[in-house]
Each structure stands twice: as C-alpha cells, then as structure tokens.
C-alpha cells in the first residue's frame, strides 16, 4: 500500500488514528493522565499535526488514513503562546511530568536534522506492516539527512533498527523508560 503527503483536510482524521493509537502507550498514559485521556489526546495531536504541517513538517499517511508518520525539521518553531497553553491544559497533571522528561532528556539528545515526531497506525490495523510502509516512504523522503527519534517502548526499538536507526543512548528515570534513537 502506498504512503502520500496528508492533506490538511486529512489531519482530522489523522489526529483521530493517533489518539488512538496512543491511548494506552506508555509515555501518553504518563504524561496525558485521566478519565478523558483519548479525547484530550486526541486533540493534542490535532493541534501538533496542524503545527507542524504550517511550519515545514512532512506528515505522510496512507491512502486509507489508517497511519501516520510524522517527521518535524530540528528548526521547528515552537507553538504560539496560546497554542502552547491550550497543550498545557490539555495535559492537565501530566504537564510537569512532560517538563521533567525534558530537563532530563533535553541534553542528551543529539542533533539531527529532523525528528520522527510520531508514528501511529489505526488499533484495527496494527501488526499488518502499515507502519513500515509509511515509515520507509518517509525516511526515503529525507534521504541522507539525520533523524533522531524517541521511543517509550522496548518492542519499538526493533522495528526502528531494521529501518536504519541506532540506540544512541537509554534514558531510565520516573517515567517510561526512553530510546533515543538515530539514524
């Protein structure tokens, strides 16, 4: 199945797939707690695929909107003030957990040219290999350029490997253990 670039039309639908996707990940249920998790989540992705989509990131989905990838340039501005606020109060509790993974991660990231932002496949069609087929569209996208990415689950850090990524380092601390990943 063929990956496209998303259309801003397809963004909608696509936040839905990672609000999805994300509902029980590890680092969403640490860091976006609650009750009405998918629906704030759900939402929080929206208000990043729009970001990034408007400041030069490469969102590819598949022709069914049933997986997304999403790759952001290192130079992504951040949000404007009240985008930045309404993601804080969508977090609720779980912001200052977000705040503290990037005290401690921050400064062990490496640079790279682009970040893998998210990757998130529909629940109903996870394990069918849409993931790869998206993910490899996208990086051959970027061709040679670097890509740093960060990944909360173990089983994920096989997948990134066989894509070309490398564990540059394994950050343990409070919440989700983390990969930092670079390819």
């Not at 340039?73 to 779980?94: C, F, Q, Y």
């Not at 993974?101 to 069609?125: S, Y």
């Amino acid at each position: 199945m063929p990956a496209r670039l998303a259309t801003d039309a397809d963004l909608p639908t696509l936040a839905s797939v990672l609000g999805e996707a994300f509902h029980v990940y590890p680092w969403t249920r640490w860091t976006v707690p609650g009750e009405d998790r998918l629906a704030r989540l759900t939402e929080i992705q929206g208000v990043y695929l729009a970001h990034a989509a408007a400041h030069g990131g490469r969102v590819w989905t598949t022709p069914d909107l049933d997986a997304v990838a999403v790759l952001i340039p290192a130079s992504l501005p951040d949000p404007a003030p009240e985008v930045g606020e309404r993601i804080v109060a969508l977090h609720g509790e779980g912001w200052q957990r977000v705040v503290d993974h990037e005290v401690a991660v921050g400064p062990r990231r490496p640079e790279a040219d682009w970040l893998l932002a998210t990757v998130g496949v529909d629940p109903a069609r996870q394990g069918g290999g849409l993931g790869t087929t998206i993910l490899e569209a996208a990086l051959a996208d970027l061709g040679d350029a670097s890509v740093l990415l960060e990944t909360y689950a173990d089983a994920n850090v096989r997948l990134y490997e066989r894509l070309g990524f490398r564990v540059v380092e394994h950050v343990e601390g409070a919440g989700p253990d983390v990969w930092l990943m670079l390819r």
